[in-house]
């Protein structure tokens, strides 16, 4: 069996934050929530909701479809202009 529907979310919103070069801060201001409260759900600790979800892929500019079926459809799905460049990724 593969991974859960929480567990597909988690990968998926860490891929997307490595693709993009988003923190966990990042990702909580534009959810409008706080940054520990992103560290529990990508933790396991808390669920994405599915307004989260929502949330998580209109600020990514995918469907939410995409986001649900894990990481590397997230990815492939990701605008190229939300992606890190090389200058953004040696400046951090």
């Known amino acids: 069996m593969g991974m859960s529907l929480g567990e597909r979310v988690r990968s998926a919103v860490a891929s997307l934050m490595h693709a993009s070069g988003e923190s966990q801060a990042d990702v909580a ?12 759900r990508q933790s ?7 307004a989260d979800c929502d949330a998580l892929a209109a600020h990514y500019g995918i469907d ?11 990815c ?17």
């Not at 990701?78 to 040696?90: K, M, N, S």
């Open 44 to 50: 396991g600790g808390a669920a994405w909701s599915l």
């Open 64 to 74: 939410v479809l995409d986001l649900l079926a894990g990481p590397t459809r997230a």
């Open 29 to 40: 201001a534009a959810l409008g929530v706080s940054q520990a409260q992103v560290s529990r």
């Open 76 to 92: 492939e799905c990701l605008p190229a202009g939300r992606r890190r460049t090389d200058a953004r990724a040696v400046a951090r």
